[in-house]
């Protein structure tokens, strides 16, 4: 496995291997890496000639500084686990390498086509970013909602990490389920040719969601944090057999997570999995929804989502 940390020597390099023909699949991720990244890392392995990997903690998608500061960073180790599951490429670049300061904006340039953050290294949220991708309000819900500029941070990260790949392929996992529909959003709405290629959650034995911010739980946060996933799937139940409406589900979610000390309700919502506008009654059943929802362990947030 090769490691870069510019642009330039992965273009070249990448570019070697495009003119001989070679497929390449791609897999972004902040690091921390778990066996749910790795899953990503085999699937690109068994559809392309070549993998790319990259490890970026993009600080344009983090609304909350302290968030940011303590997101778990383990580049050593990392790379041991990538060359471990065979990746070809590891790119990591920093952050000024991945946003210098651009020039000042001409007339008439659109943050939409040029994707470019503001100078400096602003937090999602700031003014500059916000609506610079138009994404069809998916990114006015549930982690938009709770998470101002957030999807717009990530939109900035991929497209530039797409024009730095070129990758045919680029895998990103269910687990962030609103993100992936943002993505392939992006992707289709800015034709950019590459093909998003979605894959299932990872969970531990016990059925929490795999997350780099597992490493961050307490120990009682992390021996109660399965009850998310645990009431995901009893809601799922209750959905289908229909005995409570949504409103009484909701409801019954809330209780359930908050009547467990070590852990706090963000949201709950059943959504249409495919606008991701939540529902507010039992649809049709041909109308394919998800049940997503936030938790706060302690200071750590995670995230799940189901089919329903
Ligand atoms: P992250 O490093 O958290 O930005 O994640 C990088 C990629 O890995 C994203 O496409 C995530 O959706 C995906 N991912 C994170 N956790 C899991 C998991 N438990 N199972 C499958 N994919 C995951």
Not at 155 to 171: H, M, N, Q, T
Not at 215 to 229: S, V, W
Not at 237 to 255: A, P, T
Request: charged share 25%; with cysteine; proline share 7%.
């Amino acid at each position: 496995m090769v490691i870069f940390s510019t642009i330039k020597e992965t273009k070249n390099f990448l570019l070697r291997l495009k003119k001989e023909g070679k497929t390449i699949g791609f897999v972004p991720t902040m690091g921390a890496l778990h066996a749910g990244h790795i899953s990503l890392l085999e699937r690109a392995k068994n559809e392309n000639d070549i993998v790319v990997a990259s490890i970026f903690v993009n600080p344009l998608q983090f609304n909350d500084k302290k968030d940011l500061e303590k997101y778990p960073r383990t580049l050593a180790k990392d790379a041991e686990k990538l060359k471990l599951a065979h990746c070809d490429v590891l790119f990591a670049p920093t952050s000024t390498e991945m946003y210098p300061s651009p020039p000042p904006p001409k007339k008439g340039d659109s943050a939409l086509t040029s994707g470019s953050p503001p100078s400096g290294l602003p937090e999602a949220g700031s003014v500059a970013l916000e609506g610079a991708f138009d994404l069809d309000n998916l990114d006015k819900v549930m982690e938009g909602q709770h998470r101002p500029g957030h999807f717009q941070g990530v939109c900035v990260v991929v497209k530039r990490l797409f024009e730095i790949i070129e990758p045919d392929k680029a895998y990103f996992g269910e687990k962030d389920f609103q993100q992936l529909t943002i993505i392939r959003h992006m992707v289709k709405t800015l034709r950019m040719p590459v093909k998003i290629v979605p894959c299932p959650t990872l969970r531990e034995a016990d059925g929490l969601a795999m997350s780099s911010r597992n490493t961050l739980l307490g120990p009682d946060e992390r021996k109660n944090a399965p009850l998310i996933y645990a009431t995901l799937q009893k809601s799922k139940e209750e959905w289908k057999n229909g005995r409570m409406g949504l409103h009484e589900l909701k409801k019954w979610v809330e209780n359930q997570i908050s009547s467990n000390p070590f852990l706090k309700l963000e949201y709950f919502e059943v959504a249409d999995s495919e606008t991701l506008q939540p529902v507010t009654d039992h649809r049709s059943p041909d109308v394919d929804c998800r049940a997503f929802i936030a938790v706060k362990a302690g200071a750590v947030r995670l995230i799940d989502n189901i089919p329903m």
